[in-house]
């Protein structure tokens, strides 16, 4: 239950162990995903294990991956590789797919893969070759690290939660088994339902992060009553159609609440003057602007369906 997790980061928390990079706080993902039936309670209880938003984001991440896809393995990073040169709509997506003999072959270049550099399994959206150019049919193909023709290349790091890394992965003539590409249209299975399932998991990982910090640094009760209602609320959101247009009012509701909630973090933070917690969260709380305006357009499309004035998307 979601309650669980939540129930547990209510405790009085302990410092928070220091993470530095991804090697350091792999094996602590892997720990908390192996005693979290969830990937929702796998989000809060990363995040409230992290000792800066970069972590929390990441176990987020991580979660969400999973609630897409309950088959991924959990003892690899997975990563999801999406945006190109052009960007992460369909008509960008130049990475191709193309039948060869029992298999396929990808061939084509992913750029900002989030976990990229210590990926272990990359889920590839690649256009069928020879589909329409305007409208190209895309499917989601699992690629191992270390699979010949995959090269991949850190990226410098971002000015926010420098820490997680992301890559530039390449692919020269990888080849495939038949039973590495998903079943179904990528698009509508996979890069469309991520959007919301990766909103609610890694915004309930990053609340859960506040509210442990929140517990051992004595901020206000309300504040914190407000976060852990907001995180039952994502708890129950994570149970909906990701692609449902009430699925996506609800969320664009809750994530409201959590711009509050962050805009008073911010004043609880100020307080702690040079503590290295407070100094990483002014750095790194633009993590959720990121995406904004896609959220916008997501709420309009979902309203417009709902009025009946717009296209199922």
């Known amino acids: 239950m979601p309650g669980d997790a939540i129930s547990r980061l209510l405790a009085p928390a302990p410092a928070a162990a220091g993470c530095a990079d991804v090697a350091q706080w792999w094996p602590r993902w892997r720990r908390i995903a192996a005693a979290h039936a969830t990937p929702f309670e796998r989000s809060v209880a990363g995040g409230a294990d992290a000792d800066r938003l970069g972590w929390a984001f990441a176990s987020g991440y991580q979660a969400a991956l999973r609630a897409l896809d309950p088959s991924l393995p959990d003892d690899a990073i997975a990563a999801l590789c999406v945006t190109e040169a052009d960007g992460?709509?369909?008509?960008?997506?130049?990475?191709?797919?193309?039948?060869?003999?029992?298999?396929f072959v990808v061939s084509g270049e992913k750029r900002w893969t989030t976990l990229g550099p210590g990926g272990g399994l990359f889920i590839v959206i690649a256009r069928e070759a020879g589909s329409d150019e305007a409208r190209p049919a895309l499917k989601a193909v699992r690629i191992a690290s270390g699979t010949?023709?995959?090269?991949?290349?850190?990226?410098p790091p971002t000015s926010f939660v420098p820490e997680v890394p992301h890559a530039q992965v390449k692919f020269d003539s990888v080849r495939v088994e038949a039973s590495a590409v998903l079943e179904g249209d990528a698009y509508a299975k996979i890069v469309k339902p991520f959007r919301t399932i990766e909103d609610i998991h890694v915004h309930a990982a990053s609340i859960a992060y506040l509210v442990a910090e929140a517990r051992r640094r004595a901020w206000p009760q309300g504040w914190i009553e407000r976060a852990v209602l907001l995180l039952h609320a994502l708890g129950q959101m994570a149970?909906?159609?990701?692609?449902?247009?009430a699925t996506h009012v609800a969320l664009a509701g809750a994530l409201g609440l959590g711009e509050s909630l962050v805009a008073e973090a911010d004043g609880h933070w100020s307080k702690q003057g040079g503590d290295p917690a407070a100094q990483r969260w002014a750095r790194d709380r633009r993590l959720f602007g990121v995406a904004a305006k896609a959220r916008v357009q997501r709420l309009a499309a979902a309203w417009s369906r709902l009025d009946g004035t717009g296209q199922s998307a």
């Open 88 to 103: 992460n709509f369909p008509r960008a997506i130049r990475t191709t797919l193309t039948p060869q003999g029992a298999g």
């Open 148 to 155: 010949p023709g995959l090269f991949i290349e850190p990226m």
């Open 239 to 245: 149970r909906l159609d990701p692609l449902a247009s």
